[in-house]
């Protein structure tokens, strides 16, 4: 969906590249023909199985992370106006914090994207069917930090038509991906 010119997903591509991740793994079904903005850390990996739920896009998206990763940010592709500020603090709290899992929170509701430490990996490969990483958080079996953010893209997602027309109109007064500490 174009979303102010561009593809609604690179809105939130953008946010993750701009972060300073080791790497960014894009899950794209092979039905979408969409061809994102190259970077040198974007790894762009199809999911033959989207068709069968949520947790096959985990699952791939999973299986193309370097072997070395510490941890792991899911972020979804409806979110476009999530900020490079976020990305950045729930890498700085997973850095300060012994929690498995990071999430921010905005106005007391948690959002997305959320970060899961390496011990979650074998978790997130073994979701099946239409359940997302999500359902971990929600567990109660794993430690969460709640991360407080100021930025309503934690929340706001596009799942709707009517979505789609309110992020045109926010997209007005949004000021974009703004560079992260990373790209200072």
């Given at each position: 969906?174009?979303?102010?010119?561009?593809?609604?997903?690179?809105?939130?591509?953008?946010?993750?590249?701009?972060?300073?991740?080791?790497?960014?793994?894009?899950?794209?079904?092979?039905?979408?023909?969409?061809?994102?903005?190259?970077?040198?850390?974007?790894?762009?990996?199809?999911?033959?199985?989207?068709?069968?739920?949520?947790?096959?896009?985990?699952?791939?998206?999973?299986?193309?992370?370097?072997?070395?990763?510490?941890?792991v940010v899911i972020g979804l592709a409806d979110k476009p106006f999530l900020s490079v500020s976020t990305i950045e603090a729930l890498v700085e709290s997973y850095?300060?914090?012994?929690?498995?899992?990071?999430?921010?929170?905005?106005?007391?509701?948690?959002?997305?994207?959320?970060?899961?430490?390496?011990?979650?990996?074998?978790?997130?490969?073994?979701?099946?069917?239409?359940?997302?990483?999500?359902?971990?958080?929600?567990?109660?079996?794993?430690?969460?930090?709640?991360?407080?953010?100021?930025?309503?893209?934690?929340?706001?997602?596009?799942?709707?038509?009517?979505?789609?027309?309110?992020?045109?109109?926010?997209?007005?007064?949004?000021?974009?991906?703004?560079?992260?500490?990373?790209?200072?």
């Amino acid at each position: 969906m174009d979303l102010g010119g561009k593809a609604m997903i690179q809105h939130v591509l953008d946010a993750f590249t701009h972060a300073g991740l080791d790497e960014v793994v894009l899950v794209l079904s092979p039905a979408l023909a969409w061809k994102p903005k190259t970077s040198e850390r974007l790894k762009v990996v199809l999911n033959p199985y989207a068709n069968q739920g949520i947790s096959t896009s985990v699952k791939v998206g999973m299986e193309g992370i370097s072997a070395k990763s510490e941890a792991v940010v899911i972020g979804l592709a409806d979110k476009p106006f999530l900020s490079v500020s976020t990305i950045e603090a729930l890498v700085e709290s997973y850095r300060r914090s012994a929690s498995e899992i990071v999430v921010p929170v905005l106005r007391g509701k948690r959002g997305n994207p959320i970060l899961f430490r390496r011990n979650l990996f074998r978790k997130l490969r073994s979701l099946k069917g239409d359940v997302g990483a999500k359902v971990l958080v929600e567990s109660k079996e794993y430690s969460v930090e709640e991360v407080p953010v100021e930025d309503e893209g934690v929340l706001f997602d596009v799942d709707t038509p009517e979505d789609l027309r309110k992020a045109k109109e926010m997209l007005s007064s949004w000021s974009g991906v703004t560079e992260g500490k990373a790209g200072k």
